[in-house]
């Protein structure tokens, strides 16, 4: 099977076998904004679940107690209050987590001495704390203000390293992108957003760039010369680019994805770990979303973008005209990499990809 999957890999470089993604691109572009449009509306209704950190109220830890049913702390917390509608999540095999409304102290005493009858455990294992929402407004503005300055910086770095801000556009939809349907994703499942989440939501953003920025470079490699040719379109010579670089993609996937997989079912499912579980759903959700932004939005995106240039117009008009008039149909996609192998090794600087022979040293 590996040995299938290395040959797969090698075909699609060396262009004996291609899959026409920027062609389709429309279907991509649909498939994106029907997931994009669920995501506002699941952002509406039910919407988020901010947590106690970002909303404020009473918390209650109970801890040695011989069950784990959510429900009894539910009504015990609800024999005290009626009026309240506690949250109860499980913390490890023998703890539980009760969160309230902010109650005042003779409220919080009535409700832990009642939590302390109902699980018959002492004083010292029912812990009490108040947080206030000044703390989560503080913690939710440093978080806007982190993303804003991270897409800043992702566009000026981007426009300067690649020096087109067309790659610096896509880019940055890419990330919105993937932003938005992984929060749409939380707001589906229900889960509170906890200071854990936003730290996976901004370091699922690090992420989705660096994968897409793999991209781009070959894709840049690639169309370097694309005006000084007349056989292949910038859109062809981008698409080999993304054929190039899928299997890498998919293998920094599997790799990221398994450990995030493998602590968002021990967090959840196991020890009932919220802190795990919220950074490991956020992960997962935004690491799969951005492989498939990196490889079917974000290039042929930038495909769109770079077409509306009169010069890349005009020279794909050319092409095609050029291969009809002859009776061509199609590209021969192992032609054009032989094309640009043969391009990347003549210009100065260019580094040898995969598939690219040595040059030989004098003796």
């Known amino acids: 099977m590996a040995a299938g999957f290395a040959q797969w890999g090698n075909d699609l470089y060396t262009g004996r076998r291609s ?4 062609g389709r691109r429309r279907i991509w572009y649909s498939i994106s904004a029907v997931l994009v449009v669920i995501s506002c509306i699941l952002l509406v209704k039910p919407g988020l679940n901010p947590g106690i950190e970002f909303k404020g109220g009473s918390q209650f830890i109970v801890s040695n107690i011989d069950t784990s049913q959510q429900q009894l ?3 015990t917390v609800k024999s005290v209050q009626p009026d309240e509608s506690p949250e109860v999540t499980k913390l490890g095999s023998d703890s539980l987590r009760i969160q309230t409304a902010e109650l005042t102290d003779d409220q919080v005493q009535d409700v832990k001495q009642a939590l302390m009858t109902s699980f018959d455990v ?8 108040f947080i206030g929402p000044t703390w989560g407004k503080d913690i939710s503005q440093k978080a806007i203000k982190g993303i804003l300055v991270f897409l800043l910086f992702v566009t000026v770095v981007m426009t300067i390293y690649f020096r087109n801000w067309r790659m610096a556009i896509a880019g940055l939809v890419a990330l919105f992108h993937d932003l938005i349907i992984t929060v749409g994703v939380y ?14 939501f901004l370091t699922i953003l690090g992420y989705s760039i660096y994968d897409t920025v793999v991209v781009f470079d070959k894709v840049r490699e690639n169309t370097a010369d694309t005006l000084d040719q007349s056989r292949f379109t910038y859109a062809e010579k981008a698409n080999l680019a993304v054929n190039q670089t899928l299997v890498r993609s998919i293998n920094t996937s599997v790799v990221a994805l398994l450990p995030v997989s493998a602590i968002l079912f021990v967090g959840a499912a196991i020890l009932g770990a919220g802190t795990l579980r919220d950074i490991a759903l956020a992960l997962f959700v935004g690491m799969l979303i951005g492989t498939f932004s990196s490889i079917f939005l974000a290039t042929p995106l930038e495909v769109t973008l770079r077409e509306r240039e009169p010069a890349i117009r005009d020279h794909t008009r050319k092409v095609l005209a050029a291969r009809g008039a002859s009776g061509t149909e199609g590209v021969d996609e192992q032609e054009l990499a032989g094309v640009v192998r043969s391009a990347g090794q003549l210009r100065p600087g260019a580094h040898q990809g995969q598939g690219a022979q040595p040059k030989k040293r004098k003796k």
């Not at 002492?122 to 704390?129: G, Y």
């Not at 707001?187 to 996976?200: C, K, Y």
Request: charge should be negative.
């Open 19 to 22: 899959y026409d993604i920027v």
């Open 73 to 75: 702390a539910i009504d």
């Open 122 to 129: 002492s004083e010292d294992d029912v812990a009490t704390a």
């Open 187 to 200: 707001a589906a499942v229900g889960w509170e957003v906890t200071p854990a989440t936003v730290i996976g």
